[in-house]
């Protein structure tokens, strides 16, 4: 008898299911609480005025090609000449995600014989890309300066002789916290190694203009740095910083990069305009810090304890248990969701709560006395 098409797909939704780990795509309902638009300017007056500029200029919503073909348009260099400016790097590459630059940096520039260290806790992107390079690589306790010297020093004791990756986030998607870039920075001058920062959630949320947490760090010949532009920025892409070799040797070598439609001319306009927005108008992260310290206070009455950032995780554990206090928040009107794993290691789902400019603090007492009532039921 014929076996019914995709029968082993079909088992391991079933599986998922029954863990309470099925995912499924819902519509958006009530008040953000989940999004990564953390300055509110998604859909802001302001990013919508120079998306109508940048039509007015006539400029195409599509490329037509890859870069090195006919899809390189000015818009593209711009936005790259005042990035690098913005950030403090010699040059900068944009990518149409986050995750294509991820999978770009890490399948083109480790190479055979390096070793890649990267937080255990790191985006997945950054392990898709892993895969696909020709380094080795091996995780380190999260946010252990110490543990990523150890790999070093034990790799290099037994016979590693290429270069050390130190790859991290600044501030950490699932949960809130940050890494120790200064000491990670000195491990890396005491190996040789490279730093590479994925600031994707810290990317105009923190540091002077909204460069990111490792603002202090810019300049140096041994970091790259990943700012997401689909966040805090409001719009979309990625910007790969670091010295120019690095876009030299991408640009020549990265098969993501080469072999991908270049993403559009109107978004790199756009995304050139936000990061103006978010130097020029300070007062937007000023009030988005604001609104996390009026959160975290009402959390810690509930005994939650605070993050430090925008990103709340609140760990309940149990998926069926996360789910339903998650259930029970969307239904009174917050766009609250559950994180199961293998989004976050087994054992550790959790409600991600985000903190945006898209609410205000009668928004934010409201959800927290809801999930109060959310956690006392479930």
């Known amino acids: 008898m014929m076996r019914q098409p995709f029968h082993t797909h079909r088992a391991d939704l079933a599986a998922l299911a029954a863990d309470d780990r099925r995912r499924a795509l819902v519509p958006r309902t009530g008040i953000d609480f989940a999004s990564n638009d953390y300055l509110a300017l998604a859909g802001s007056y302001a990013l919508g005025e120079a998306l109508a500029a940048g039509l007015e200029r006539g400029l195409?919503?599509?490329?037509?090609?890859?870069?090195?073909?006919?899809?390189?348009?000015?818009?593209?260099?711009?936005?790259?000449?005042?990035?690098?400016r913005h950030y403090g790097s010699e040059a900068a590459l944009f990518f149409p995600t986050g995750f294509a630059a991820n999978a770009a940096l890490f399948a083109t520039l480790p190479q055979r014989g390096d070793l890649v260290v990267h937080d255990e806790l790191i985006h997945a992107s950054?392990?898709?890309?892993m895969k696909l390079g020709r380094a080795g690589h091996v995780d380190a306790r999260h946010n252990d300066a110490q543990a990523f010297e150890d790999v070093i020093r034990r790799w290099r004791a037994g016979g590693g002789t290429g270069?050390?990756?130190?790859?991290?986030?600044?501030?950490?998607?699932?949960?809130?916290d940050r890494a120790p870039l200064a000491d990670l920075a000195a491990?890396?001058?005491?190996?040789?190694?490279?730093?590479?920062?994925?600031?994707?959630?810290?990317?105009?949320?923190?540091?002077?203009?909204?460069?990111?947490?490792?603002?202090?760090?810019?300049?140096r010949e041994n970091l790259v740095t990943l700012h997401t532009c689909g966040k805090a920025l409001?719009?979309?892409?990625a910007l790969l910083c670091g010295p120019a070799i690095v876009r030299d040797f991408i640009v020549n070598r990265g098969r993501p990069f080469i072999f991908s439609t270049a993403p559009s001319p109107l978004v790199?306009?756009?995304?050139?305009?936000?990061?103006?927005?978010?130097?020029?108008?300070?007062?937007?992260?000023?009030?988005?810090?604001?609104?996390v310290r009026r959160a975290e206070a009402r959390l810690a009455a509930l005994g939650i304890a605070a993050s430090g950032s925008q990103i709340l995780p609140i760990l309940i554990g149990d998926n069926a248990r996360t789910m339903r206090i998650a259930a029970a928040l969307q239904a009174a009107g917050f766009d609250v969701r559950g994180i199961r794993p293998p989004t976050v290691p087994h054992g550790t789902a959790r409600l991600r709560i985000a903190?945006?400019?898209?609410?205000?603090?009668?928004?934010?007492?409201?959800?927290?006395?809801?999930?109060?009532?959310?956690?006392a039921a479930a």
Not at 234 to 237: I, K, N, R, S
Request: aromatic share 4%.
């Open 60 to 84: 195409p919503a599509g490329s037509g090609g890859s870069r090195l073909l006919r899809g390189n348009h000015a818009e593209h260099e711009a936005l790259e000449a005042h990035a690098a």
């Open 268 to 291: 790199a306009w756009l995304v050139r305009h936000a990061l103006e927005i978010v130097a020029n108008e300070p007062e937007r992260a000023a009030r988005l810090h604001a609104l």
């Open 355 to 375: 903190i945006t400019l898209n609410v205000g603090e009668p928004e934010v007492d409201a959800m927290v006395d809801a999930l109060a009532a959310a956690m």
């Open 187 to 219: 491990v890396a001058d005491r190996h040789d190694a490279i730093l590479v920062v994925d600031e994707a959630h810290a990317t105009g949320v923190y540091g002077p203009a909204g460069q990111g947490l490792a603002h202090g760090l810019a300049g």
């Open 234 to 237: 409001g719009a979309e892409g």
């Open 126 to 129: 950054a392990h898709d890309g």
């Open 163 to 176: 270069t050390p990756w130190i790859a991290v986030e600044s501030l950490y998607s699932m949960d809130g």
